[in-house]
């Protein structure tokens, strides 16, 4: 069985992370959606908010498992879960060397796990998590965030920055 990790922090959940999981339930068997989270950062969301907001910004599918993982370990949690593959997106020209740092550390660590990398389209690739939390502040963010995250997490943007 053709087995994948695609992990993030996911904070907040994007248009593009979903584009990523459609893709990888096309290329894979079973997709393991790894919510990531390392104790050295602060995040937005807690993991079971996380986990929760992805959910109902997905339809519900056997072959997909969400799960979180400390995100300091991503080859070990691939190995653990039995995956074979690790799912990354590119976004930019700094994610190829990203992909090539990877691949290295894969041959060299982990040689059973391939890294396969995907290139979302630009419009719902164009903002990061990190980059839409930047955006976010007293007003005026909403019209633009709103067209790179799903509606459940729009909502909860929402109601996190009106406090």
Known sequence: ????????????????HLWMIEQGLELFDHLYVAI??????????DVDTRIALLQQSLPSCERLTISHFDNRYLVDYAEEVGAHYILRGIRSPG???Y?????????????????TFLMPPRD??????????????PTGWQDIVRRYVPAP??????????K
């Open 1 to 16: 069985m053709r087995t994948a990790v695609y992990a993030g922090s996911f904070d907040p959940p994007t248009n593009g």
């Open 95 to 97: 994610d190829y060397e």
């Open 124 to 137: 719902i690739a164009e903002l990061s998590s990190s980059m839409i939390k930047g955006l976010t502040g």
């Open 99 to 115: 992909e090539r740092v990877m691949r290295h550390i894969n041959g060299d660590m982990a040689p059973k796990v391939t890294t």
């Open 36 to 45: 990531g989270s390392n104790p050295s950062k602060s995040y937005t969301f």
């Open 153 to 162: 997490v729009m909502e909860q943007l929402q109601v996190h920055y009106s």
